[in-house]
C-alpha cells in the first residue's frame, strides 16, 4: 500500500454520503484505501449529544462491511479528550510508514480549516483534499494548498437522518440496508 486516504466524522450515523465521498476520493487520487476515523469528541462539535463510540464504530462497521478498499481505524475513540486531526494524522503518519496520506474533508469543512489545531502541520503530514459544491466559493490562507475534486452532490446529514428516526420515518436508501436495520431494531435515535 502507498497512497491511504482518511475520512473522518462522526459518523453518527455513517450514511450513504460519506460511502459516496470516500468512493469519489478512492477514485479520483488512485488510493490503495480509505480509512474512516470516527472521533471520539470533536472540539467544533462538543454541545451536540454524540452516540456512544461502541455504537457508531458499530454501524460503520455495518455501513463498510464487503468493501475491501475501505477500513477503519479507532485510534480516535481510544484517545481522551478532544479529536483534534493533527494528532490523528500524526499517529498514522507513524502507523503507515513510507505510506503517502490524503486527508479527505467535505466543503462544508473547508473554510473551517484555519480555525483546526496546527493547521499548517496538517499540510505537512497530508494531502488535503476536498469537495467543493457548485454554489460556493472557497477562499483562505489555505486555497492554494487544498486539492479539489467533483462528485455526485448529495444533499444526505447525520443530523438530518437521526431528525426523520426520531419523527418514525424511513431512512431507506440515506444509509445503507443493514444500517438502517441496526437503527431500527436498536431504537437508536429515537
Given at each position: 500500500m502507498t497512497r491511504l486516504g482518511i475520512l473522518g466524522g462522526t459518523f453518527d450515523?455513517?450514511?450513504?454520503?460519506?460511502?459516496?465521498?470516500a468512493q469519489n476520493a478512492f477514485e479520483n487520487f488512485k488510493l490503495d484505501k480509505v480509512l474512516f476515523v470516527p472521533a471520539a469528541i470533536q472540539p467544533h462539535k462538543q454541545k451536540r449529544k454524540v452516540s456512544p463510540p461502541e455504537v457508531r464504530l458499530r454501524l460503520l462497521q455495518l455501513a463498510l462491511e464487503g468493501d475491501d478498499r475501505f477500513d477503519i481505524s479507532d485510534i480516535e475513540l481510544k484517545r481522551s479528550g478532544p479529536s483534534y486531526t493533527i494528532d490523528s494524522?500524526?499517529?498514522?503518519?507513524?502507523l503507515y510508514k513510507g505510506i503517502k496520506l490524503y486527508f479527505i474533508i467535505g466543503g462544508d469543512n473547508i473554510s473551517d480549516i484555519?480555525?483546526?489545531k496546527d493547521p499548517d502541520k496538517i499540510f505537512e503530514i497530508a494531502d488535503v483534499v476536498a469537495v467543493l459544491r457548485p454554489d460556493s466559493q472557497f477562499e483562505g490562507p489555505f486555497k492554494d494548498r487544498i486539492t479539489l475534486f467533483n462528485m455526485p452532490q448529495i444533499e444526505i446529514s447525520s443530523s438530518e437522518i437521526r431528525k426523520l428516526v426520531g419523527q418514525g420515518k424511513s431512512v431507506k436508501y440515506l444509509v445503507p440496508d443493514k444500517v438502517e436495520k441496526y437503527i431500527r431494531e436498536n431504537r437508536i435515535y429515537s
Open positions: 450515523p455513517p450514511h450513504i454520503g460519506h460511502l459516496i465521498l494524522l500524526r499517529s498514522l503518519q507513524k484555519a480555525t483546526w
